[in-house]
Structures are given as C-alpha cells and as structure tokens.
C-alpha cells in the first residue's frame, strides 16, 4: 500500500463547479499535512496547509480526518485558473529524518 | 527577488556520462532537498541537506551524489551509476529540516540519449 494515495483523475468540471478531492495516508503518526498545486511541468507550489480543525482560504477548503486517515480539498466556483495537478503532501517522523511524502496528485481539468 | 534557481532548464546527456545539476537559493534556509519526479508520480526524495556540511540520503540516493559546502547551494550530481537518469529534477529548501513549507526551484528536465 502506498504511504500516500490519491485518485489520478482527471476531475472534469464545468467552471463554477464545487469540486473535491481526497487522499488517503497508511501512517497513523503522520503529524503535518500540506496540499501543493503543480502546474504542467512548473514546480509545486504550496496551497494549504491542513489543520486539525479544518481550514478555509477564499474558495479552498481543506479538511482533516484522523480516524479515516484521509485528508481533502475542497474547490468552490472553479475558475478555469484552477486547472492543476493538486498534491497531497503528509509528513510523517522517521527516525528523525521528518520527510515530507508526496502523492501522485489529482489532476483537475476546469472546462468553459 | 528571493528565492531558488536552478540550471540549466533543460539537459541532455549521453548515456555514461556524470552530469551536476545547479541549486541556490537566497532565502537564508537552512534546509535543502532534491527530488525526482517521473510521468505520473510523485516526488521522491532523492537527498537532503539540514546544514551547511551535512547530507543525508533519500528514498532513492542510489546513483546519485551531493554535497553542501555552502548554506545558498547545493548541487546534484546524477552518476553514470544511475540506471534511469531520464526524469525532471526539482530542489527545494525550508527554514528549516521539514515541517515547514518547501519552496521549489523551478526544475530541470534531463534526457539521458
């Protein structure tokens, strides 16, 4: 099972559509989460980070669930600007090495 | 402007052949990574830096060498060593080891022919 899974996609959506996406984590010590947006073929780029209580920017919304261990995104009013691969980044302690663990991304396609 | 380059963008190499990537930034972090990332996956870590002198390898160091003789840089030498050098190469650093956001240079492609 992989450390950090996530639906490939691509997620389809009109423009002005809500959209989410979801990730799942296999390490139940898993202490920070983080979703990154990527630009084809550009570097990531921070979105958000994900807290315990959930968490709002403009039309984002992330989400955290322990107990599942899932974490997701959720996009309002999509503007075509939002066509991305979105990344769901965990970090989890490992002897001391605290890496970050990337998923493959979700790719969101946001048509006119 | 801070913030990290990398060179060159693109970069082709012959098969057998060492190549070294650039890295710097000036953002003053103490921390720096590389990653590789191929078609539909994700970024895997290649090596890290927590300090000027110090490196560790990552998930996937085999093939690979760095070395950190100043905090702005940290180069990556891709060795005649690694078998499937073709992907698209990304440094990153932060404040400090993890934890913290990652700021990405923007890439270099290597095509190994």
């Known amino acids: 099972r992989k450390e950090v899974e996530q639906d490939p996609g691509p997620f389809n959506v009109p423009e002005g559509a809500t959209v989410a996406f979801n990730c799942t984590y296999s390490?139940?010590?898993?202490?920070?989460f983080f979703w990154y947006r990527q630009d084809c073929r550009k570097e990531p780029k921070l979105l958000m980070s994900v807290y315990s209580s959930g968490n709002e920017d403009g039309r984002f919304t992330a989400q955290l669930n322990r107990a599942s261990q899932y974490i997701s995104l959720l996009i309002r009013d999509s503007k075509l600007s939002d066509s991305a691969t979105y990344l769901c980044v965990v970090l989890t302690p490992d002897t001391g090495r605290r890496a970050l663990t990337f998923g493959s991304g979700t790719r969101l396609q946001v048509q006119p | 402007d801070g913030g990290i380059t990398q060179s060159p963008k693109y970069l082709f190499r012959k098969e057998g052949q060492n190549v070294t990537l650039s890295c710097e930034q000036n953002l003053n972090h103490d921390a720096m990574y590389w990653y590789r990332q191929d078609p539909g996956q994700g970024l895997r870590l290649i090596y890290y830096s927590q300090i000027v002198n110090d490196f560790q390898k990552g998930d996937i160091a085999e093939g690979y060498s760095v070395s950190r003789e100043k905090k702005e840089s940290f180069p990556l030498t891709v060795t005649s060593a690694q078998k499937n050098p073709t992907a698209f190469y990304l440094c990153?650093?932060?404040?400090?080891?993890?934890?913290?956001?990652?700021?990405f240079g923007p890439g270099t492609r290597l095509t190994v022919l």
């Open positions: 390490n139940s010590a898993s202490q920070s």
């Open positions: 990153a650093s932060s404040i400090r080891l993890a934890g913290n956001e990652q700021f």
